[in-house]
């Protein structure tokens, strides 16, 4: 882990998953996100202490467990508070609301690890806490209620709002639980103009246009993929096996519940779009094109 200070107030640690720092005083700081797990919390918390600071403060930009992973350790060390906005604080507290979320029911044993669901922890709402010199933006589309944070020194914490050109390639599906927002909140950031951006899995930099049209070729090449294979009737497994194979994925539990989830979506998407449409035939939901586009490639 290494400190990097980027304005007068404003800090991040290079790590997994960047995390900021924020000085409200000479001695006083808020994280805004904490890590991965407990080891990741008790780092940070050693390195901000051997710098003299207390922690007064954690803001959480989502509930995914590698941002809040390290929230209980330095609670319980510090006292301090946490701040998160809306269903992500019942997320954060509850943690158990992730697994169950990802599966869509009671998540057997292998499910419920550290990767998907972190430590509970008692929160705050963020609404009307937030300290002086922060900004709060919406991030919608990753998460239910994402947020990024603008420091008084023109630094944009992204949170998972892009992902790296390496992540893309390696593993083709980044996380999105509603695709409408995430493109929504990617138009966002293009209007965006700060001095520096940190996204949590990238590296911080100055201009995000080529990070922002990585995500957006992505996103558009897996509709599209979707929509072709739905010429013929598909399962959601078949579909599910086919992005495996395709991108010569290697399924685990995880990777079964993030990556079909994320799939899940798509095909929430395409199906409000009037792309695809599903029915139900020998007891099986299928999905298939629709009727309307298929004329359209028809007749034009």
């Excluded at 882990?1 to 960047?18: C, D, F, H, P, R």
């Excluded at 509603?178 to 930099?205: M, Q, S, W």
Aim: with cysteine.
């Amino acid at each position: 882990m290494e400190l990097v200070k980027v304005g007068e107030k404003t800090y991040y640690i290079q790590n997994a998953t960047n995390i900021g720092i924020y000085k409200i005083s000479d001695k006083d700081i808020y994280f805004i996100d904490t890590g991965n797990d407990k080891d990741a919390g008790k780092k940070i918390l050693k390195l901000v202490t051997e710098q003299g600071w207390n922690v007064k403060g954690i803001i959480n930009t989502h509930s995914h467990a590698d941002h809040i992973g390290g929230n209980k350790v330095i609670q319980d060390r510090t006292g301090c508070v946490i701040l998160a906005s809306s269903i992500e604080r019942a997320f954060t507290e509850f943690p158990e609301l992730e697994p169950s979320f990802l599966y869509g029911s009671y998540p057997f044993k292998e499910l419920r690890n550290k990767s998907l669901q972190a430590k509970a922890s008692v929160v705050t709402p963020l609404e009307n806490h937030l300290p002086e010199g922060l900004e709060v933006f919406s991030l919608k589309g990753h998460s239910f209620d994402m947020i990024g944070i603008k420091t008084s020194d023109d630094v944009y914490f992204l949170a998972d709002a892009i992902f790296s050109e390496e992540t893309i390639m390696k593993y083709h599906f980044f996380f999105i639980y509603d695709v409408r927002e995430y493109l929504n909140t990617l138009n966002i950031l293009k209007t965006l103009k700060g001095k520096l951006f940190i996204p949590a899995h990238c590296e911080a930099t100055t201009d995000i246009s080529s990070l922002i049209a990585l995500n957006e070729k992505k996103i558009e090449e897996v509709l599209h993929k979707i929509y072709e294979i739905c010429a013929k009737p598909m399962t959601f497994e078949e579909i599910l096996k086919y992005f495996f194979d395709e991108y010569h994925l290697d399924m685990n539990v995880n990777q079964f519940v993030l990556v079909g989830s994320t799939i899940k979506s798509y095909l929430s998407y395409l199906q409000e779009e009037q792309k695809i449409c599903y029915e139900f035939k020998n007891n099986k939901m299928l999905w298939k094109q629709t009727s309307v586009e298929k004329e359209k490639a028809i007749y034009g």
